[in-house]
């Protein structure tokens, strides 16, 4: 005779065990281990995916140029570190409304602060993908993957993404959302090129002032001389 709501009991001890033993089972802590996939790469595209085990990988498109998922951090090419656009200014870390993101200033070893991240991480289980992070970034720094393949079995330290693997490439966003990267390329041209006017203005204008003060100059010791 079977007890009244017995499978519910069940199975709250089914969740409860697997919840128990995710904190001592070694398969659960385990690093890493994306063995399994086309040269240990996370997926870009649903084609990645077999519909069963052994089967074919699907024929179809790559994600959409709308898709959002994750934040990552832009460099422009060479070496990441000496192109990365973030000046570690933390503006991002403090708006982040889940305080998801860590990030610690560099510093040579003379103790000058270079502007960069020493440390730039983001904990994946707490992001929820809402972009304010590339709202309020002044340098267009930081802007969204398409990745979306991020899970593992490891449910501590594989669940934060860390500053190398954030690091891409402008020609890598270039690739995943063309427009809005070009879109980005024009504005931050377009404000360099005004950054650069206002400066040449700037350098014109003390110029004329340098000039002017000595023709004054000029002019008093003309009239001292006369008199």
């Excluded at 063995?35 to 069963?52: F, H, N, V």
């Excluded at 990552?72 to 998801?100: F, K, N, S, W, Y």
Aim: charged share 30%; with cysteine.
């Amino acid at each position: 005779m079977s007890i009244l709501g017995g499978g519910i009991f069940k199975g709250m001890a089914v969740t409860l065990r697997n919840f128990v033993g995710s904190y001592f089972s070694k398969e659960r802590l385990t690093t890493n281990d994306y063995s399994w996939r086309p040269d240990g790469a996370l997926p870009q595209s649903i084609a990645d995916y077999p519909k069963e085990e052994g089967e074919q990988l699907r024929d179809t498109t790559t994600v959409t140029n709308y898709s959002r998922n994750f934040p990552m951090l832009l460099h422009d090419g060479g070496e990441p570190m000496d192109t990365v656009r973030c000046v570690a200014c933390q503006i991002c870390e403090r708006e982040c409304p889940p305080q998801c993101i860590y990030i610690e200033k560099d510093y040579d070893e003379n103790g000058k602060y270079i502007k960069r991240p020493a440390i730039f991480d983001i904990d994946v289980s707490v992001c929820m993908s809402c972009q304010i992070c590339v709202e309020v970034c002044p340098f267009d720094a930081i802007v969204m993957n398409s990745q979306f393949e991020l899970s593992t079995p490891n449910r501590f330290g594989g669940l934060l993404v860390r500053r190398d693997d954030l690091l891409k490439s402008n020609d890598y966003y270039h690739k995943i959302h063309p427009e809005e990267a070009a879109a980005r390329d024009e504005k931050m041209a377009a404000e360099k090129a005004a950054k650069a006017a206002k400066k040449k203005a700037a350098g014109e204008k003390a110029k004329a002032a340098a000039e002017k003060k000595a023709a004054e100059a000029a002019k008093a010791e003309t009239k001292e001389g006369a008199e």
